[in-house]
């Protein structure tokens, strides 16, 4: 599994980051973890808000910070 954030490195984007790794850990799992910062990179995969949190090349949430339990909840 491979967890990207996308942003600038906010911090909102660094929120978005620990909750990510939180809720992986939470989970059991040891996701490859990888951080965009080029606005044209994260542009092109049609994210216009930052931060975003893409699993597996799905954009799972843009333009918010959610929480370490919505993380866990959300379909792989």
């Known amino acids: 599994m491979k967890i990207e954030i996308l942003g600038t490195g ?7 980051t620990e909750n990510a790794k939180a809720a992986a850990v939470n989970l059991g ?7 965009v910062t080029e606005i044209m990179q994260i542009m092109q995969r049609g994210v216009m808000m930052t931060p975003a949190l893409v699993v597996d090349g799905q954009i799972k949430a ?3 910070v959610p929480t370490v339990e ?3 909840e959300m379909p792989a």
């Open 10 to 16: 906010c911090p909102k984007c660094n929120m978005l």
């Open 29 to 35: 799992i040891q996701p490859e973890f990888a951080k």
């Open 62 to 64: 843009a333009g918010r």
């Open 70 to 72: 919505e993380i866990e």
